[in-house]
């Protein structure tokens, strides 16, 4: 089993930046891949951000792609989304997630990650 917890998350105004983070534990992640997901009302989970834990190779989102920097630190166990000039629409329930498959590319869709985080709000005023 994997635990997830994500932190970081609050109420910022459009161009500023907040910066999540998601400590896991539990069973080692370090084979995994984690990603990043939100969720708006009335939206489908939609992919944001993915990172191979060894290597730590990455992938974005095209809406996020050049705002957004996914990390991690091995140390700590735990994976940052680092998010700069935020806007209205960045607005949602930020997750994170671990796919446990050992091998493959970093996936996009929800249904491919095992465990879950609880979610951080994230707010975007303009």
């Known amino acids: 089993q994997v635990q997830l917890v994500e932190s970081g998350g609050g109420l910022v105004q459009a161009g500023g930046s907040l910066r999540l983070a998601c400590a896991a534990s539990g069973r080692t992640v370090i084979w995994y891949r984690m990603g990043w997901f939100r969720q708006a009302p009335g939206k489908e989970r939609e992919f944001v951000a993915g990172?191979?834990?060894?290597?730590?190779?990455?992938y974005y989102a095209d809406s996020v792609k050049g705002r957004f920097t996914i990390s991690r630190d091995n140390t700590k166990n735990t994976v940052y989304l680092h998010m700069n000039s935020l806007k209205p629409e960045d607005t949602a329930i930020y997750y994170c997630?671990?796919?446990?498959?050992?091998?493959?590319?970093?996936?996009?869709?929800?249904?491919?990650?095992?465990?879950w985080g609880q979610g951080t709000q994230v707010t975007v005023s303009s």
């Open positions: 997630a671990v796919d446990s498959a050992l091998s493959g590319p970093i996936a996009t869709t929800a249904v491919a990650y095992d465990y």
């Open positions: 990172i191979r834990w060894s290597g730590g190779s990455t």
